[in-house]
């Protein structure tokens, strides 16, 4: 069984800010990773995605993520946040089967102030 | 490339009623997943579909909701009678064979 934890149902930063979403995973086989963000009204969009390549990913907007085996966790970052950065971010695992189901958090919104 | 599309994107029902939600995938992609948001939540499975076939309805409530993809493309979701609960953002998702999944805009359900 696989399940993902999100540390905080909000985050609020300074435009400008350092950006930090936590993520932290269980997982009985060794994992895929994905961070995605939704935007009010809209679908899910993929972020960035960790599958065993290097632990340290980058993804789109500036965004990265780094896989941490030992903290079993997969935390989100940006160095400075911009007002089109707030919306909603989920992170989401799977098992290396190709890609197979998704278990999502239950998210993290993050607001972002002048 | 046209992504996923998804009709009706809302909905208000009264409960006990039925709703049909369609979803078109991305052309060519085998897998097709329906997922409910319930508010405040992330994304939870219904079911997964590789080209016709069912591949998990293990979270389908199937004494209400059922679903089918027409022909291994199309696919509708149904509910029947809708309860309160029901109550959700129902996304559609599609993937090429063992690859990342793209996600319509989905459909807002209120059931009151």
């Known amino acids: 069984a696989q399940s993902v934890t999100q540390l905080g149902s909000h985050v609020s930063v300074s435009e400008g800010a350092l950006v930090l979403l936590r993520c932290n995973y269980s997982?009985?086989?060794?994992?895929?990773l994905f961070w995605y963000v939704q935007y009010p009204n809209q679908g899910l969009q993929l972020l960035l995605k960790?599958?065993?390549?290097?632990?340290l990913v980058k993804g789109i907007n500036g965004f990265e993520a780094e896989f941490k085996k030992s903290e079993t966790s997969f935390h989100l970052t940006k160095p400075s946040a911009h007002m089109s950065d707030a919306a909603e971010y989920f992170c989401?695992?799977?098992?290396?089967?190709?890609?197979?189901?998704?278990?999502f958090g239950k998210g993290t919104m993050l607001l972002v102030s002048p | 490339e046209a992504g996923v599309a998804q009709s009706p994107r809302y909905k208000i029902i009264e409960k006990r009623q039925s709703v049909a939600f369609w979803c078109n995938p991305i052309?060519?992609?085998?897998?097709l997943y329906w997922y409910q948001q319930i508010l405040g939540q992330g994304p939870k499975l219904l079911i997964q579909?590789?080209?016709?076939?069912?591949?998990?309805d293990s979270q389908l409530p199937k004494d209400r909701f059922s679903a089918e993809r027409l022909k291994g493309v199309d696919s509708t979701l149904k509910i029947q009678p809708a309860k309160l609960e029901d109550s959700a953002v129902y996304l559609c998702?599609?993937?090429?064979?063992?690859?990342?999944?793209?996600f319509g805009p989905g459909t807002r359900l209120t059931v009151t």
């Open positions: 998702a599609s993937s090429p064979d063992r690859g990342e999944q793209y």
């Open positions: 997982s009985s086989v060794p994992p895929y």
């Open positions: 960790y599958t065993s390549a290097a632990t």
């Open positions: 989401a695992v799977s098992d290396r089967r190709g890609y197979s189901t998704l278990t």
């Open positions: 052309s060519g992609h085998a897998t």
């Open positions: 579909f590789q080209n016709n076939g069912v591949v998990d």
